[in-house]
């Protein structure tokens, strides 16, 4: 045995002979300062367990809703062949979500088909305003979100991870700086090619125009709640004029006026017709348009005003301006071959 071993043993035995309990409590307590730092960190930032979060439990949405997740054709025939009107049914429990949605995100490919066939409405949207094509993606179901590409030739696809999202998003780019002839207020190309890549600058470090257009972009891919985390203030104020007469506020408020929107806009063809970024201050001014021939709706009036804060990279006050028209076809008498526009407010 070594000598300091030796004398370690000694010291010990003097210890445990000459201390109290509480007191020989107190020594190995701070011994455990030095030898084991970790114990006095307990209350500090945890380690985050590995391992997949479980799929949420559709049971709760009801008997379509688990079929659906679990893939039992016969059973969702079985429900459907009862009342069929269940098929587009959104779970309130569950962000909205309709049974097709249930079956792509639960990689249950064939159920996606027979829902489709059963007539699926596949445009709806979650309380989120995701599509079920972004939501499918991020589940990594690429093969469902192919086959809905294929079985709906019409349906826009605005996720650039997909190539058909990616040429949609990059044609939408160039019609938007086309229509804007100050060079200043032109959409950054690095904006454009950040987003399709997925490597986005931090919060902080851009520009008004930047801000500006990453909202933009980030609403016609339809990801709201990556522009409200990132492109608005918690403080945000916020003022609506024309279908939507109301003001909201910070993030609950421009979640709501996205729910608004979609509620009387089901797809984002948005056209960007103008705008200003102003080269003093912080003001953003843009005119858009809409036009949904399929769902026979349209806007002609929209303006937005932001106030933009550069240092925080936030947008802190919205002053919002659209009117929703139904549109109507009506033959003209004196132009028999051509069709005239008769706009009735929604």
Known sequence: MSRSNSLSIILIKTLLSILTSSQLQSVISLSLLFIMPSAVNQNGPQPVKSGKTSDPDFNVCGPLFAAAQKGELDKIKEILDKDPKK?????????????????????????????????????????NSYTIIKLTLDKGYKDIANWLVDAYPEMIITDPRLPKGEEWLKAQFAKMSNNIEDPASKPPQTVLDNLISGNLKPDTDRTVSEVYWEHILLRYIGDIPKDIERNYSKKLKMAFCGTFDRTLQGHAGIKESARLLNSVLPTTQYNITGTHVAPKGQWVTERWEYHDYENNLQVLDGV????????????????????????????????PVKKAHNWTPV
């Open 87 to 127: 098929i587009d049914e959104q779970c309130e429990k569950h962000d909205k979500y309709t049974p097709v949605i249930v079956a792509a995100v639960s990689g249950k490919l064939e159920a996606v088909q027979l829902l489709c066939k059963r007539g699926a409405n596949v445009n709806l949207r979650d309380s």
């Open 304 to 335: 937005d005003t932001f106030l933009i804060n550069e240092e925080k990279g936030k947008i802190e006050v919205m002053l919002i301006n659209y009117n929703v028209y139904e549109l109507k076809w009506i033959d003209d008498p004196e132009r």
